[in-house]
């Protein structure tokens, strides 16, 4: 706790000069709860997202963090925005306490609102940015339109990225006023092939475009991984995956997967992926976006980070995962008479209605009723792919895609896509789907 008690305390000035702290933990707590959005963007690699990553406001929760931590830094003033923005992940924090939280400091300012780039967790495969923007008046909130981030040569290093929408920390009340500060974090999948100090990053909101010239110890953080090469294949209800390699960053741990090509069902998430030690304190996915891939059958998923925890023992554990028939992996519409035409997935997927957005002409909103199990009810996930094709073989990008949780069996599943004339019928590609197949897989990293 004393090494946690100085790096916090550095912090606390700058913090104090840049923001009105929330009156306590538990309210800071709740507005998260109330006010918390992530939206994601896909950049070069596909992206499986989580319930609590969805692009509309739901299936929200209170972030979690351990008790002694929470208790500590809710007597640090100015350190409650670090802690909400640590979203509870437990990695993070011990990252915290072991100095791996950066001071920058750096600032810009442009027409009255001044954008501050606090500090950074890094390592050689994602670097998280807090940042603080004020305002000279209360005028907007500032929605993050744009980023990247790019080395010396002007070269782009940014892979999956996690940012939120402006609104952490804030309650039901206070968001109906407009702020003058506000405290936010975006985190950045790094291309390690690429990597030069310094990083450029770039920040676009309504009010302009901010870059940052950041400081990038390659050296340091090249370092800063334990990786266990395994190449080992299990089996869940006869469909084959291969654990390839687990490797340990400060920042995460990446758990490479890849699925046998042969399997006569697509897995579309592992839902109980996890490492624990001989203790059985375990290591889960954070809160956000859950795994990367190159296609679909070559997979990384990401677990909270032990890399300053040094289990003595390390297990991988996994019971069930999401899949879709791949005989059933595409949905084919039919716009004009509104209906689906031979739905392999009709005891699951039916569709409600199809309609021109009122607020984008432009758009069609197809709107969709997904049956689901129990234990889904409390999640969401995207279930279409970001493109579609038409009867002649053209391939189309999707808009957005939502959803929304009816009842405990029933969600709501919302695509929005180009309202124009094509030949139809459409075919949707299924991504994720609400079936499962199971297993008992356990076996020892280390």
Do not use: C
């Amino acid at each position: 706790m004393r090494i946690l008690e100085n790096e916090l305390e550095k912090m606390t000035e700058q913090f104090n000069q840049t923001s009105d702290s929330p009156k306590s933990l538990d309210a800071a707590l709740s507005g998260i709860s109330k006010a918390k959005r992530r939206i994601k963007k896909r950049r070069r690699i596909m992206q499986i997202v989580s319930a609590a990553a969805a692009i509309l406001l739901l299936f929200l929760s209170l972030v979690k963090i351990s008790p002694a931590f929470a208790s500590y830094v809710s007597h640090v003033p100015g350190m409650k925005a670090i802690v909400k923005l640590l979203n509870g992940d437990h990695g993070l924090e011990d990252a915290v306490d072991h100095h791996g939280l950066q001071k920058l400091n750096l600032s810009q300012t442009k027409n009255g609102t001044t954008v501050t780039i606090n500090s950074m967790i890094a390592d050689s495969h994602q670097v998280i940015f807090f940042y603080t923007i004020k305002q000279s008046e209360k005028k907007i909130q500032p929605e993050l339109k744009n980023f990247d981030i790019k080395n010396k040569y002007k070269r782009s290093v940014m892979g999956a990225t996690e940012f939120n929408y402006g609104l952490i920390g804030k309650t039901k009340k206070q968001l109906t006023i407009r702020q003058s500060t506000f405290h936010d974090r975006i985190s950045m999948s790094l291309n390690e092939k690429k990597l030069t100090d310094p990083l450029y990053l770039s920040l676009t909101f309504k009010m302009g475009t901010w870059i940052f010239k950041i400081p990038y110890n390659i050296t340091k953080y090249e370092k800063m991984k334990i990786s266990y090469p395994l190449n080992r294949t299990v089996s869940l209800e006869d469909q084959k995956l291969t654990i390839q390699s687990v490797t340990v960053y400060p920042t995460r741990i990446a758990v490479h997967i890849t699925y046998d090509p042969k399997n006569t069902k697509q897995i579309t998430h592992l839902d109980d992926l996890q490492l624990s030690d001989k203790q059985g304190r375990g290591w889960t996915p954070p809160q956000g976006f859950t795994a990367t891939g190159s296609n679909e059958n070559d997979q990384t998923f990401y677990l909270q980070s032990n890399y300053y925890a040094h289990p003595r023992s390390l297990y991988l554990s996994l019971t069930r995962a999401r899949v879709i028939d791949k005989r059933d992996r595409y949905l084919t519409v039919d716009l004009q008479k509104k209906k689906l035409i031979g739905n392999p997935v009709a005891d699951r997927m039916t569709l409600k209605s199809i309609r021109t957005d009122s607020e984008h002409k432009s758009d069609l909103i197809l709107k969709f009723a997904v049956h689901i199990p129990k234990i889904d009810h409390r999640s969401g996930y995207g279930i279409f792919d970001s493109t579609f094709t038409d009867q002649s073989g053209k391939h189309y990008q999707t808009r957005s895609e939502g959803s929304a949780a009816l009842n405990s069996s029933i969600h709501e599943e919302m695509l929005s896509i180009p309202n124009r004339h094509y030949k139809e019928p459409i075919k949707l590609k299924i991504i994720d789907y609400p079936e499962r197949v199971h297993g008992n897989v356990r076996m020892k990293i280390k």
